[in-house]
């Protein structure tokens, strides 16, 4: 299991993942258990659960899909499997599916390396399987939520090989570049979530790209308007098959200071031997928020 999905801090909607019960849980509860009544919803929680946003009251399920159901023998789990489980995740009182990143990716980060926001990745299946789970899915009315990841794409994504390519090219602005302060020196003291520094030396133009986590996970350039537009459009490509919402990966890495000012050091070294530092300046920034309304 990658180590990002360990980290999930800052999320579009705050999930909380129910487990199957036990099977023979209810003959194992004490007497005194089995006797105790059922909390009491009174008139005015049952009024304000109606007006809250669905997600607020639902039992919703993570599914990691290359290990969750393989239907065709490949080794694989894919979606053809998870639309197999519908009725046992029904039984169990699901009300949402959260499903991991399916898109393609070289998968350097379990599928959080982003190549086309648009597809699928062949290993899961077709777009064909996936409205075919849509439609199974609402016929149980239970929801679907797509893992998405708006911070940084693959380097093997179309924008970022055409962001390389010069300094001229128009999705050069898509990632963030700069200069280094000197030969061999990156921009600033930035690190990465997975150890040493968070800026990558590119030969072909001679300047650093930054990646909050793996060197293969460029930064997008969310001060872009492009980019912005770009991935509100494959999200929307997502909502109109049916999507209920998405869970948004890393989303308080979405801006970092402007003015590359260096993060503050702390006391101590991390597990990867760099200084501690305090992630002032490329973690929660305040334009995380404005973008989210």
Same mark, same amino acid.
């Given at each position: 299991?990658?180590?990002?999905?360990?980290?999930?801090?800052?999320?579009?909607?705050?999930?909380?993942?129910?487990?199957?019960?036990?099977?023979?849980?209810?003959?194992?509860?004490?007497?005194?258990?089995?006797?105790? +009544?059922?909390?009491?919803?009174?008139?005015?929680?049952?009024?304000?659960? +109606?007006?809250?946003?669905?997600?607020?009251?639902?039992?919703?399920?993570?599914?990691?899909?290359?290990?969750?159901?393989?239907?065709?023998?490949?080794?694989?789990?894919?979606?053809?499997?998870?639309?197999?489980?519908?009725?046992?995740?029904?039984?169990?009182?699901?009300?949402?599916?959260?499903?991991?990143? #399916?898109?393609?990716?070289?998968?350097?980060?379990?599928?959080?390396?982003?190549?086309?926001?648009?597809?699928?990745?062949?290993?899961?299946?077709?777009?064909?399987?996936?409205?075919?789970? #849509? +439609?199974?899915?609402?016929?149980?009315?239970?929801?679907?939520? #797509?893992?998405?990841?708006?911070?940084?794409?693959?380097?093997?994504?179309?924008?970022?090989?055409?962001?390389?390519?010069?300094?001229?090219?128009?999705?050069?602005?898509?990632?963030?570049?700069?200069?280094?302060?000197?030969?061999?020196?990156?921009?600033?003291?930035?690190?990465?979530?997975?150890?040493?520094?968070?800026?990558?030396?590119?030969?072909?133009?001679?300047?650093?790209?930054?990646?909050?986590?793996?060197?293969?996970?460029?930064?997008?350039?969310?001060?872009?308007?492009?980019?912005?537009?770009?991935?509100?459009?494959? #999200?929307?490509?997502?909502?109109?098959?049916?999507?209920?919402?998405?869970?948004?990966? +890393?989303?308080?890495?979405?801006?970092?200071?402007?003015?590359?000012?260096?993060?503050?050091?702390?006391?101590?070294?991390?597990?990867?031997?760099?200084?501690?530092?305090?992630?002032?300046?490329?973690?929660?920034?305040?334009?995380?928020?404005?973008?989210?309304?």
């Amino acid at each position: 299991m990658s180590k990002k999905l360990t980290k999930f801090s800052s999320l579009a909607i705050m999930i909380a993942l129910w487990f199957a019960a036990i099977p023979g849980w209810a003959q194992q509860t004490s007497p005194r258990s089995q006797q105790t +009544a059922a909390p009491r919803v009174t008139h005015r929680q049952s009024r304000q659960f +109606a007006q809250d946003p669905w997600w607020k009251h639902v039992v919703i399920y993570e599914i990691y899909p290359r290990s969750f159901q393989d239907s065709n023998g490949d080794g694989v789990g894919d979606i053809n499997g998870i639309t197999s489980r519908l009725d046992y995740l029904h039984d169990l009182g699901i009300d949402a599916i959260w499903i991991t990143p #399916m898109y393609p990716s070289p998968l350097v980060d379990f599928g959080y390396d982003v190549s086309d926001y648009t597809a699928l990745d062949p290993l899961y299946g077709t777009l064909a399987d996936f409205d075919r789970l #849509m +439609a199974e899915a609402k016929k149980r009315n239970i929801r679907v939520i #797509m893992d998405f990841v708006p911070n940084h794409t693959s380097d093997q994504h179309p924008w970022f090989k055409e962001s390389r390519s010069s300094r001229t090219n128009p999705k050069r602005d898509w990632y963030i570049w700069r200069d280094g302060k000197g030969p061999g020196q990156p921009p600033n003291n930035w690190q990465s979530w997975f150890g040493h520094s968070a800026w990558q030396f590119d030969p072909a133009t001679n300047q650093y790209y930054y990646h909050h986590f793996y060197t293969e996970q460029p930064d997008l350039n969310w001060r872009n308007p492009e980019v912005r537009k770009a991935m509100y459009d494959a #999200m929307r490509f997502w909502l109109d098959r049916g999507v209920a919402g998405f869970r948004l990966d +890393a989303v308080s890495r979405l801006f970092e200071d402007p003015n590359l000012h260096d993060d503050p050091i702390l006391p101590g070294k991390n597990a990867y031997g760099d200084p501690n530092i305090a992630h002032r300046h490329t973690d929660n920034l305040p334009e995380v928020h404005e973008c989210g309304r």
